[in-house]
């Protein structure tokens, strides 16, 4: 294969395989920046804006967070930095980096839209913003008005308005039959009612208060009354009227009304009118109780409902029964059905009260006269403490004790069997390991690290692997630096002969094999080779026309009446679209008459028209398609009068981009894509330099790759520390080589010769 197809192959695998390490970290290897020009550099959560005016091109390393700072830090004499930000835009200022605006599509919203859905927020991300902001800064809220209703006329978003439910309330104030309604935009926040006034009530008057219209008041000419006088007699009712009392009010709002005592008579003494007294007809009855020779009497107004009998007061008792003794009358008595129970019971689940009343026990007595509750004994304990150690062995904790049935602890001594073991032993597993290229790697557990991430064919990953294996904690030989290994290659492009040419004349295509080789003798169709500008596998032959120089060209047949048009076929004659012979025009006459007369057009025919059609959709069409128009007097015409033309193919301006077709007037309808002409940057080939250029028809970037570029790192070393010892293309622009510094492998020399072997 040729040597500077080689070379360039393994240059670019050098510089995808770095770029991968760049990728991992999140970080752009390095920046190339020409003289007096400015780079926005974020990388490693760090963005300035760097600026070159040393008056040569300069490197910006990045590919580690302490090369990024050293460089900001202590910057070459002649370069620049300043924070990254964004320059103002529609309705946001200009903003600091991670600085957000929230800005709006327009300057106001009437519900139901409202500011927050036509807002944009806009975040400053490296120096330009996340999204294009809107046009402006604010946006004030609109709201509808609540349409009349009820007692309401048309009221603005917040408004109220007072209505009520009666114009005239009878037996109650307006404000008890009032509602207040509030419009929330164009909705009232509760039905209003039908009238907007409402009239009623009395001023204070004597006892009775300020009144509504139609309500009453009762009020008394005296504050009390002595029987047999009566506070009823006393009383006035006044009910209010339009604004008037019927009755004036009396001076009070109360009377208390006052009633006669009852003398003593009986076993009753004194009593107060509404009083009781209960007296006995004997103070001991003889075979019965006291309820049976009592009476109740009542002091009514001073007389007495009943004569009270001659004593006051009766006593009997009750004899023994059950675990209860003899007792007096009104003495009580606690007995139990049985004299012990189990807990969770309590004695009061099995106990009686018995009261004596009138010589009659309230409830028969049970037979145990007490009660004693038994319990049971437990052990109960603790959940287990924390381990004392994650792994290898360590021990945990708990507490035990001795419990009753009813959560009270005592002595061990009240449990039987033995206690239950305070301690064991717990995490007893081995210990994990760890590195950075095998991660956390269980005891017992292997892995394979390599102490180079790549190896040249035909070598193989396994002459740089290590193996290793986790003992309790400890590996048994330390772990290579890295998790991974890749082979690389080299490629070159195998070419095949040229076929014979598709056509004799006009243009044909004649084509070859093109394929990518490994340098182990496979095959590859993507991976670097994409990477790689293939030579071409096809190229044009015997362009030569077969037609006559005017072939396709406009033509016209014309007298003096005017002309009719059409094109050069490939033999020289002027043809319409059908390949009939275009025919100049003359006049011819309608028939019938509404379309006087027309000319001929280039096929022979009358362009008049006859009324039947006149008017009717109509079309031109040819083998591009059809263009549509309606029949007038001259034949199918436009909207201003003029001739429908056949569509025919043509190619759209200033661009050139698209193949379209012309319509009914001639003009061509196509339009170039919406990217041509944009800006565009192309870095095939080039370790991350690029150029720039702008999008062709096709969408691709019109530039090629720089041919010098520079690249500072190479086959993972250690990059060089001077700016003169920067790693650079020979001149010829095909060739690699590194700078040569000491503690570098060097594979190429800076005479761009090959050096077989690295020190």
């Given at each position: 294969m040729p040597t500077k197809i080689a070379a360039i192959a393994k240059g670019l695998a050098l510089c995808l395989s770095l770029f991968a390490v760049a990728t991992a970290s999140d970080a752009a290897t390095s920046y190339s920046l020409n003289a007096g020009s400015a780079i926005s550099v974020n990388e490693i959560g760090t963005c300035y804006v760097i600026t070159n005016d040393t008056g040569s091109r300069i490197f910006i390393p990045t590919k580690t967070a302490e090369e990024w700072a050293s460089f900001y830090d202590h910057l070459p004499t002649g370069v620049t930095k300043s924070p990254c930000g964004c320059a103002a835009s529609g309705g946001c200022a200009a903003a600091a980096l991670g600085s957000t605006c929230t800005s709006y599509t327009a300057s106001s919203a009437t519900s139901p839209t409202t500011c927050a859905a036509i807002s944009v927020t806009a975040t400053c991300v490296g120096g330009a913003w996340s999204v294009t902001p809107a046009a402006y800064g604010s946006c004030s809220q609109g709201y509808r008005s609540c349409a009349p209703s009820g007692g309401c006329g048309t009221t603005a978003h917040g408004g109220s308005c007072t209505t009520y439910s009666s114009n005239s309330p009878s037996g109650a104030s307006c404000s008890t039959v009032s509602r207040v309604s509030t419009c929330s935009d164009g909705t009232w926040s509760a039905s209003p009612y039908v009238y907007s006034s409402c009239t009623s009530g009395c001023s204070a008057s004597g006892a009775c208060s300020a009144a509504s219209n139609g309500a009453s008041c009762t009020s008394y000419t005296a504050s009390s009354a002595t029987s047999p006088a009566t506070c009823s007699g006393a009383s006035i009712s006044s009910t209010c009227s339009n604004g008037a009392w019927t009755v004036t009010p009396g001076a009070y709002s109360s009377c208390s009304q006052s009633y006669r005592s009852c003398s003593a008579s009986g076993g009753c003494g004194t009593t107060a009118h509404g009083g009781s007294c209960t007296t006995y007809s004997s103070t001991a009855p003889s075979g019965a109780s006291c309820s049976m020779v009592a009476r109740t009497s009542t002091c009514s107004d001073g007389t007495w409902s009943a004569s009270p009998y001659a004593y006051g007061s009766c006593s009997s008792g009750c004899s023994a029964s059950g675990a209860c003794s003899a007792a007096s009358n009104g003495a009580s008595c606690t007995s139990y059905s049985s004299s012990s129970v189990s807990y969770p019971s309590s004695c009061s689940s099995v106990s009686r009260t018995s009261t004596c009343s009138n010589g009659s026990w309230s409830a028969s007595p049970y037979p145990n006269g007490s009660c004693s509750v038994g319990y049971d004994y437990y052990w109960n304990y603790d959940g287990w403490g924390s381990c004392s150690a994650s792994c290898g062995g360590g021990s945990q904790s708990r507490g035990v004790w001795c419990e009753r049935s009813d959560g009270i602890s005592v002595s061990d001594s009240y449990c039987g069997g033995g206690k239950p073991s305070t301690s064991q032993s717990c995490n007893t597993q081995g210990c994990s390991c760890y590195s950075s290229a095998c991660g956390t790697v269980s005891d017992g557990g292997s892995c394979t690290t390599y102490s180079s991430s790549y190896v040249y064919w035909p070598s193989s990953c396994s002459s740089v692997s290590r193996t290793s294996t986790c003992y309790n904690g400890s590996w048994g030989s330390t772990p290579y630096s890295n998790g991974s290994c890749w082979v690389a290659h080299s490629y070159s492009w195998e070419l095949g002969g040229w076929s014979s040419c598709s056509a004799s004349c006009g243009g044909g295509t004649q084509t070859r094999t093109v394929r990518c080789?490994?340098?182990?003798?496979?095959?590859?169709?993507?991976?670097?080779?994409?990477?790689?500008?293939?030579?071409?596998?096809?190229?044009?032959?015997?362009?030569?026309s077969c037609c006559a120089a005017n072939y396709n060209q406009s033509c016209s047949a014309c007298t003096g009446m005017g002309c009719n048009y059409g094109t050069y076929n490939c033999g020289g004659?002027?043809?319409?679209?059908?390949?009939?012979?275009?025919?100049?025009?003359?006049?011819?006459?309608?028939?019938?008459?509404?379309?006087?007369?027309?000319?001929?057009d280039g096929y022979g025919n009358c362009s008049a028209q006859s009324p039947s059609n006149y008017g009717q959709s109509c079309s031109v069409c040819n083998g591009a398609g059809c263009n549509y128009g309606t029949y007038g007097c001259t034949g199918c015409v436009n909207g201003d009068g003029s001739a429908v033309q056949a569509p025919y193919y043509c190619w759209s301006s200033p661009g050139g981009c698209i193949y379209g077709t012309t319509n009914a007037y001639g003009s061509c309808t196509a339009s170039d894509p919406s990217y041509y002409g944009q800006s565009c940057t192309s870095s095939a080939n080039n370790c991350g330099q690029t150029n720039s250029g702008t999008r062709n028809c096709a969408g691709t970037c019109s530039v090629s790759a720089p041919a010098n570029v520079a690249d500072r790192y190479v086959c993972g070393e250690p990059y060089c520390v001077n700016s003169d010892e920067v790693c650079s293309w020979c001149s010829d622009g095909y060739e690699w080589y590194e700078c040569n510094c000491s503690y570098e492998c060097v594979d190429w020399d800076q005479s761009c010769g090959y050096v077989s072997g690295c020190p």
């Open positions: 080789l490994r340098d182990d003798g496979v095959y590859e169709e993507g991976g670097i080779c994409t990477m790689m500008l293939p030579p071409a596998s096809s190229q044009a032959c015997n362009t030569q004659s002027c043809v319409n679209p059908n390949g009939s012979a275009v025919q100049a025009p003359y006049t011819c006459w309608s028939s019938p008459g509404a379309c006087s007369f027309g000319l001929t």
